[in-house]
Every structure is written in C-alpha cells, then in structure tokens.
C-alpha cells in the first residue's frame, strides 16, 4: 500500500503498529507530501495526480487527477472495408495512418473517431476559502469543496479555517469548474438542503455529497 501523506503520519502509524504488535501482511510505503506548490505525486498508465497545499489550522493537502489521453476509437466498417489486421488496430487507435498492401495510405482520420476528451477531478478539503488555490484546479471537469457550514456562520467557519458553502460555489465560479460537489458538513446539520440550496445561488450545477455517491464525469 502507498501512503501519501504529511512527514509526521509514518512515526504515528509505526508507533500504533508496535504498540498493538501488529503485523500487516502487506508493505507500507510512505510518500511525504511537500507544503510548498504543486506536486506530481503519481503517474500511472491512465493519470497523473498531483497535490497542491490548502489553508487549514494544520496542514492539509488538495489532489488533482488528470487522465491521460484515450485512444481513439475505430471506425468498423473501415476495418472491414481495408481488411486491417488486428496487430495494426492499437497503431492506429493512438493517431498512426494505414498502409495498404499495394501502398497506399489510408488517412487517420478516414480510420477513427476522435478521441473522447480527458476527464480531471480536483479534491479540496479541508480550506479556508482561499483564492491562492484557484490555479491549482482551473477549469476542472468535477470540483469536491468543503462547505462545512452556511454562510450565516461566516465568522465560525473563519475562525475554525472552514468554507461556507456559498463560498465553496464562488469557489467553483471562479475557478471556472464544470461542475461542484459539497460535502465536509458540519455535525450540525441533520440534512444539508439549505447548504446545496446556498450554493446553488451561485453556482447552479452543485451536487451534495452523500455516503455511496458515485459520479460519472462525462
């Protein structure tokens, strides 16, 4: 398991590990997020992501997941029509043009369907409403924002270095994400329709978090 997380986590989880005399049957490897701009910290074969500092009483960190490009897709008709080997068909799916058997070159575009555009998350919590971090998640495809309390507790989420949720949705607007999900609300709020409804004053295509929730980002 990869951990990513501040320097001082890996002496707590030691220390718990020895305390209790627990043994895991996997490897821990432990990655130090770094407080200062943005970071790669992972690449993988279908995304990057990157961390970025927020602003909370302790430090805290926000995550970016930017998908690498897809393929394109093949057009099977075209597949029939220049009787393509299969061998030739991730050639092709990644923008490389076809040669015939008698020479002839068969244009990319003629063989495929553009390419879906890549999808980008950015997770932000937990933060003071700070402006600093628009850059980090600019015109993201789906934005997470705390939005612990209403706005008519300003003063409380200030002092506790939280966001209101109609600061989280000028958040999103300004940070011009497509769209915005909320969450991170305080224990005092047994339902959080006034919070959506908050943020939907300012940015319309706001979702509430909820246990299960799962989102496809299109």
């Known amino acids: 398991m990869h951990v990513f997380c501040p320097p001082k986590l890996k002496e707590i989880i030691d220390l718990q590990l020895k305390a209790s005399g627990t043994r895991l049957s996997y ?14 910290i992972l690449e993988t ?12 009483r302790i430090p805290c960190w926000g995550f970016k997941f930017i998908e690498k490009p897809r393929p394109k897709s093949m057009k099977g008709e075209k597949i029939r029509e220049y009787n393509i080997p299969f061998s030739k068909i991730d050639e092709i799916r990644n923008g490389n043009d076809f040669f015939t ?28 409403y700070d402006e600093r971090i ?14 612990t309390f209403a ?13 209101t949720a109609l600061q989280a949705a000028t958040f999103a607007l300004k940070a011009e994400a497509k769209a915005l999900i909320i969450g991170h609300y305080s224990s005092r709020y ?16 706001t979702i509430a978090a909820s246990d299960n929730l799962v989102i496809e980002i299109s």
């Open 190 to 205: 047994g339902e959080v329709s006034a919070l959506l409804n908050e943020a939907r004053t300012v940015f319309e295509n």
């Open 27 to 40: 490897e821990l490897h432990f990655h130090e997020l770094v407080e200062n701009g943005e970071h790669l």
């Open 151 to 163: 706005h008519e507790l300003l003063d409380k989420a200030t002092n506790r270095y939280h966001t």
């Open 45 to 56: 074969n279908e995304a990057s992501v990157y961390s970025f500092p927020m602003n909370h």
């Open 101 to 128: 058997e008698n020479g002839k070159i068969i244009q990319n575009d003629e063989l495929t369907f553009p390419a879906k555009e890549t999808r980008t998350y950015a997770f932000c919590s937990d933060t003071i």
């Open 134 to 147: 628009i850059p980090y998640v600019k015109g993201v495809d789906l934005l997470y924002h705390e939005a």
